[in-house]
């Protein structure tokens, strides 16, 4: 059985799903890492090395369709890249 596939926000390339982050809408104006992606809402998917390109280009935002602080969004980023 194959896993489901999802578009990286960053490179626009399709990858199978557990293989990506997922970020979905913390409510504010920042995103949480959904590490078992089943939080409920709209989410974003991307790869690890994307998250720069993602960031740059505003893709995040417009993939949860909010404004949100992307200088906050890129900190949570490299957090979870170092832990």
Same mark, same amino acid.
């Given at each position: 059985?194959?896993? /489901?596939? *999802? ?9 199978? @799903? /557990?293989?990506? !982050?997922? =970020? %979905?809408? #913390?409510?504010?104006?920042?995103? =949480? +890492? #959904?590490? *078992?992606?089943?939080? /409920?809402?709209?989410? %974003?998917? !991307?790869?690890?090395?994307?998250? /720069? *390109?993602?960031? @740059?280009? &505003?893709? +995040?935002?417009?993939? !949860? &369709?909010?404004?949100? #602080?992307?200088?906050? %969004?890129?900190? +949570? !980023?490299?957090?979870?890249? %170092?832990?």
């Amino acid at each position: 059985m194959t896993s /489901p596939q *999802r578009m990286c926000a960053g490179c626009r390339g399709r990858a199978d @799903k /557990p293989t990506l !982050l997922r =970020l %979905v809408w #913390d409510g504010g104006d920042g995103v =949480l +890492i #959904d590490e *078992r992606q089943r939080l /409920p809402g709209r989410g %974003v998917y !991307l790869h690890a090395e994307c998250a /720069p *390109r993602a960031l @740059k280009t &505003r893709a +995040i935002g417009r993939g !949860l &369709r909010r404004s949100i #602080d992307h200088a906050l %969004v890129g900190n +949570i !980023l490299l957090g979870h890249s %170092v832990g």
